[in-house]
């Protein structure tokens, strides 16, 4: 990518872009500073065989020399030292040293790049980017500065989905499990949303992010799983069934969930299902609500010198359930944070039996509706007033309600000392 460039000492120059191979070819690079300790990663990334000539480098590029990643000669530039080279890198801070490697690679016919004069060179280091499908984006503007943040731009788009060139592309058949996060859509990982813009099919929760639906192309088919709490839920085997018949008919399925897809997610199941019919599975970890909810809301799951613990439990049934694992007990004799998920319909039930079991009442607890969205809201309570509060309030699911003294680590009438 070229762009007329601004910078005057590079006015009126238009450089050829070109991809070098390096793999196994001497490359030779002047300096050991900051310069060549941003510019030495590429060059070994590609395969180059770097030596580097310099009476001292800082400790990063050190590092690289004794790790045996590059080859360091431990002294000043020589005439000669370009003998058999490919390519040069001059990043030394003299420029009578500069001016020196810079001559000889032209009467050696090598191409040259300098980090202190670009009009002195006949190579220009592009401002450049991966993405993880193996694109490397390559930006030439003139000016460092322009180009970086270009590069920046399009190697962000590219990860992210946002910029996407997709009947260009072709993902193989399979499925994908994709935790959405806890709500915000830009909390979705970059992979996960890469992911989802080559879907060809979209199985999604409720509780998946439902802005990210919105940028879809018109061709994605998108299947609601309608898992909404307490209410009419699509079957897991429904779901199960759908994930695998899609990818057997060529189709890439995302299954899209809120969360994370192995914590309270039946991801596992659905891995499952999807190994046992012979299906190819992706798994995406997401940002649990577990952690990011409170973090939402100023509440830290674990402090220090307050706990050295915290515990995601369950509470889609009540602790007297006989279909309940969870030790009730032992969840109270602990000092830490208590993490509650799918909890609201029996908070009234967990609480007694949390202080039953020995839990003070006036332990604090924070209950935390709709977490990172814009509809987010947070009512504060104690052991003894949540089961009230949470009718009074008429808080309905998704919430997440913390238990714990770490729900007052923002209130200064709670801080000691």
Sequence with gaps: MNAPSPHPSTAGLTPYPVGLLLTGRRVVVVGGGQVAQRRLPALIAAGADVHLVSPSTSPAVQAMADVGEITWHRRGYQSGDLADAWYVLVASSDPEVNEAVSAEAEAARIFCSRSDDAAAATAWTPASGHDDTGTTVAVLTGDPRHSAALRNAIVEGLRDGSLSARQYRHRAPGVALVGGGPGDPDLITVRGRRLLADADVVVADRLAPR??????????????????????????????????????????????????????????????????????????????????????????????????????????????????????????????????????????????????????????????????????????????????????EGVRPPAVIVIGEVVRILDPAAQTG
């Design 211 to 392: 802005e990210l639906l919105a940028e879809l192309p018109p061709h994605v088919e998108v299947i609601d799983a309608a898992k909404i709490p307490y209410g009419r839920q699509m079957a897991q085997e429904a779901i199960n069934r759908a994930l695998v018949e899609h990818a057997k008919a060529g189709k890439f399925v995302v299954r899209l969930k809120g969360g994370d897809p192995y914590v309270f997610g039946r991801g596992g199941e659905e891995l499952l299902a999807c190994v046992e019919a012979g299906i190819p599975v992706t798994v995406v970890p997401g940002i649990s609500s577990s952690i990011s909810v409170p973090a939402a809301v100023g509440i830290p799951v674990t402090h220090r010198g307050l706990t050295q613990e915290f515990t995601v439990i369950s509470g889609h049934v009540a602790p007297e359930d006989p279909r309940s694992l969870v030790n009730w007990d032992a969840a109270a004799g602990l000092g830490g944070t208590l993490v509650l998920l799918m909890a609201v319909e029996r908070i009234g039930a967990i609480a007694a039996k949390l202080v039953a079991a020995g839990r003070s009442a006036d332990t604090p607890v924070a209950v935390v509706q709709e977490g990172t969205t814009a509809a987010q809201r947070r009512i504060d309570a104690t052991l003894g007033t949540v089961a009230e509060t949470v009718v009074a």
